[in-house]
């Protein structure tokens, strides 16, 4: 065997100038709270986070960036943040350290002591700017100095609340400021002039206040005069159903696409008739975010925002009337008299809430009215109910019973069984056969998204010309300094990208017949669990094969769609069990059944 001593002295000089380099993730976050902008905080953070690891011979190999994220969410709750300690346990991450750009952004209060455990047990060092390098877990120090800037982010948080808080109540009560929101029924928001913060002046943002509506500004004046001249809720809410005037949700479909807007609801007339804001004042501070605990046996879960009603001694109203009155101070004054003394003497016994496991829940649809039918307890057994003339006031318009409810015990069994059926060894062939014929025959023509980098550029262009002109008018020069440099950065990071060249290609959807049996195979466990599941387990089952269920009162039946991928199947049942089924039919993508048996009576 020949050795080249040449050559080997230079490629071991090579080795001992040029050693491997030290392969990193990079994780950062960013909050759209305050408008940031995730692109420039993302490149600020990896500025701080290079400038730390390149000279010792690092790299950044892949990054963990979370947009949107509150800095409050642990990192389980956080999408990147998860998939960054997902990766932590693969051999083959293909990074061997973590940086990050900003402590505070990365930990809050004691997150720092959660999970720099896991990075220790993986043997994954964690590099930090203000600890100049990688953090020694057996350093007091090192946690001394994470576990200040975690209760620094989480002071910083609270601070930032408070001030904004008390600038909305300063705005609200002295200005009588409009602080957004959909505009009240009745209103709707016109133009207030440009807005007094300069830096979202020059972005073009600007005031709104609010306006009688001419087409729903009468409709809140009639409802007021109705009540006050001795109508009850339910009474007027059937009178102008009556005489086709949209409903609230019907006069604004954009924002309420989740509503019917078929028919006036006696809520919508109480919330009329409970809303200050209609004598023509401002009114702030009618509810509230609360952070309650997700688990209080886990506190490491974190919390979750919860909107809650304050009560009326702490809603802050303008000093002056701030928008033309649809009511007189007087008539508010007597409709609250009124509704006040409609609940004087009931003696209503405060509900113990308990915690209900619906299985069916938000999968259940009234084949009458469209809507999703309301899981209720009655008499030991769960039930779904689904109330409409009642609610709504429609009992002249629309053919459906006061109350349907359907037993959930009745409906379940008949699933379960068509589901285990489905894909029971013996019917997999056919359910294999009637999947693959229902998908598409067509070809998809798929486009990649068009690059828009001249559009930011013209956007940056635009904010450089519109600061330029406020600097000649006598703007501060050190604040539109700063505005500038970062428009000039989130520019330069722009230019940096690489514009992905726009092909068209043509992508067939269609399964091969062994992918979906492959895929069939997988339900073999739904089988085995929906034998002996509880009800909250079998919702979660249900959920996951998307299924969507469909009850007609009339003809005493439910269809049930199943839909685990794009391809789907389904099946036609009746109601409660009856003594012989019959042959079930078959069509591509659908399995049918019927079972006979006695109907539930509406109610």
């Known amino acids: 065997m020949t050795i080249n001593i040449p050559r080997l002295q230079r490629d071991i000089a090579t080795l001992a100038f040029d050693p491997p380099k030290l392969r990193f993730g990079f994780y950062g976050r960013v909050s759209t709270e305050d408008n940031q902008d995730p692109e420039a905080s993302k490149n600020w953070q990896m500025t701080r986070a290079n400038a730390l690891i390149e000279p010792r011979g690092g790299l950044i190999v892949a990054q963990f960036f979370d947009i949107g994220m509150s800095r409050s969410l642990p990192w389980k709750r956080r999408p990147q943040a998860s998939a960054l300690l997902d990766a932590l346990a693969d051999p083959n991450r293909g990074f061997d350290a973590v940086v990050i750009g900003e402590p505070q952004r990365a930990f809050y209060g004691n997150q720092y002591g959660l999970t720099m455990p896991v990075f220790t047990h993986y043997g994954v060092q964690l590099w930090v700017p203000e600890v100049g390098g990688p953090i020694d877990p057996d350093s007091e120090a090192h946690d001394l100095i994470m576990s200040v800037f975690g209760g620094m982010s989480k002071g910083e948080r609270s601070r930032v609340k408070i001030r904004v808080r008390t600038a909305m109540a300063a705005q609200a009560k002295i200005e009588g400021r409009f602080l957004g929101g959909r505009p009240p029924y009745g209103y709707r928001l016109v133009d207030a002039g440009p807005h007094p913060n300069p830096a979202k002046a020059a972005d073009g943002k600007r005031l709104h206040k609010l306006e009688p509506d001419p087409a729903t500004a009468a ?33 604004d479909p954009a924002r309420n696409h989740h509503r019917t807007g078929e028919g006036w609801a006696k809520s919508a007339i109480k919330a009329i008739l409970a809303n200050p804001r209609y004598t023509g004042r401002q009114v702030w501070n009618k509810q509230r975010k609360d952070e309650v605990l997700l688990d209080v046996e886990d506190v490491a879960l974190g919390y979750e925002t919860r909107m809650r009603w304050n009560n009326e001694d702490t809603w802050v109203w303008s000093d002056t009337i701030v928008q033309e009155p649809l009511v007189s101070v007087e008539d508010f004054e007597q409709a609250q008299q009124i509704s006040a ?3 004087r003497g009931r003696h209503t016994r405060q509900r113990e809430r308990v915690k209900r496991s619906y299985s069916l829940r938000g999968l259940l649809i009234c084949g009458l009215c469209g809507r999703k039918m309301q899981g209720q307890y009655s008499h030991g057994a769960p039930y779904y109910r689904c109330r409409y003339p009642a609610e709504y006031a429609l ?19 008949l699933i379960d069984q068509w589901l285990m059926q489905a894909f029971a060894p013996h019917h997999v062939a056919d359910t294999i056969r009637q999947l693959h014929a229902a998908q598409p025959q067509e070809r998809v023509k798929v486009t990649p998204p068009e690059d828009d980098t001249q559009a930011l550029l013209a956007a940056c262009d635009e904010k450089l010309a519109r600061y330029r002109a406020i600097a000649e008018a006598g703007g501060d020069p050190a ?22 060249p726009t092909v068209e290609i043509n992508k067939i959807t269609r399964l091969s017949t062994d992918d979906i049996q492959r895929l069939v195979r997988t339900f073999d466990h739904v089988r085995q669990t929906i034998r002996q599941a509880n009800p909250e387990s ?26 685990p991928d794009p391809d789907s199947c389904g099946v036609l049942v009746r109601v409660r069990g009856g003594t012989r089924p019959r042959t079930p039919s078959t069509s591509a993508g659908k399995r049918c059944a019927c079972v006979d048996g006695s109907r539930p009576r509406p109610r």
């Open 479 to 500: 604040t539109i300094a700063g505005w500038i440099a970062e428009v000039n950065t989130q520019r330069t990071a722009v230019l940096a990208r690489r514009p992905t």
């Open 341 to 343: 003394q409609h609940g």
């Open 219 to 251: 409709v809140v004046k009639r409802i007021f005069a109705l009540y006050l001249s001795g109508l009850g809720i339910f009474a007027i809410a059937e009178q102008i159903t009556r005489d086709n005037i949209p409903s609230p949700s019907a006069a």
């Open 538 to 563: 079998k919702g979660e089952i249900y959920r996951q094969l998307r299924l969507t269920v469909t009850y007609d009162p009339g003809n005493n039946r439910i269809r049930v769609a199943a839909t």
């Open 395 to 413: 009992a002249n318009h629309v053919q459906h019973p006061r109350n349907v409810y359907l037993r959930e015990p009745d409906v379940l069994p």
